[in-house]
Nanobody
Framework: QVQLVESGGGLVQAGGSLSLSCAASGSINRVNSMGWYRQAPGKQRELVAVITSGGSTNYASSVKGRFTISRDNAKNTVYLQMNSLKPEDTAVYYC?????????????????WGQGTQVTVSS
């Protein structure tokens, strides 16, 4: 089993900053891409940012230039630094990881999700 444990989030005023982190643990052979998604009330979950094991990144246009995703491969941890936050960034943020596990000496890859952490930006 693989677990993703998120930390960070909270309440901040518009223009402020917050950081999130997410650590993957368990029977991991390899953590491939890692990313952050968010879901606001009444809306569908959407991609915020993703980073490959090699460090390539991709961002939603709404956060480009304000958010930075990074990772520590040795710790199987992904981070999201959020600056210049806006009220429309308010959502539950979910960590996501595409992980390869070994079963009977064969590798199988699955997508795992964190439990979600609330980010609230007041105007």
């Amino acid at each position: 089993q693989v677990q993703l444990v998120e930390s960070g989030g909270g309440l901040v005023q518009a223009g402020g900053s917050l950081s999130l982190s997410c650590a993957a643990s368990g029977s991991i052979n390899r953590v491939n891409s890692m990313g952050w998604y968010r879901q606001a009330p009444g809306k569908q979950r959407e991609l915020v940012a993703v980073i490959t094991s090699g460090g390539s990144t991709n961002y939603a246009s709404s956060v480009k230039g304000r958010f930075t995703i990074s990772r520590d491969n040795a710790k199987n941890t992904v981070y999201l630094q959020m600056n210049s936050l806006k009220p429309e960034d308010t959502a539950v943020y979910y960590c996501n990881a595409f992980v390869t596990v070994l079963t009977d000496l064969r590798g199988y890859s699955y997508t795992y999700w964190g439990q979600g952490t609330q980010v609230t930006v007041s105007s």
